[in-house]
């Protein structure tokens, strides 16, 4: 990744933190506890319409490699 695109990468970083504060203790709380393999992650999103969209999946030991490259490829 070039200079220029690691440069607008942290701050769109920066102003998601600033939009959602409370989303990155979230994550360090998920990372301090630890997802193991076959924790279930539930996600939902609801549309500015009120329709529910939902999920869940079980984690597999390959989710973790991916979640671990991932963790060491994000800005701080």
Request: glycine residues 6%; contains cysteine; neutral net charge.
């Amino acid at each position: 990744m070039d200079m220029g695109n690691m440069m607008r990468m942290l701050g769109a970083w920066n102003t998601f933190k600033n939009n959602h504060p409370k989303f990155p203790a979230f994550c360090k709380a998920v990372a301090q506890k630890g997802i193991r393999e076959d924790t279930v992650i539930e996600i939902i999103v609801t549309t500015p319409e009120g329709e529910k969209i939902e999920t869940s999946l079980k984690v597999k030991a390959s989710d973790l490699e991916l979640l671990s490259s991932l963790g060491n490829m994000a800005p701080q």
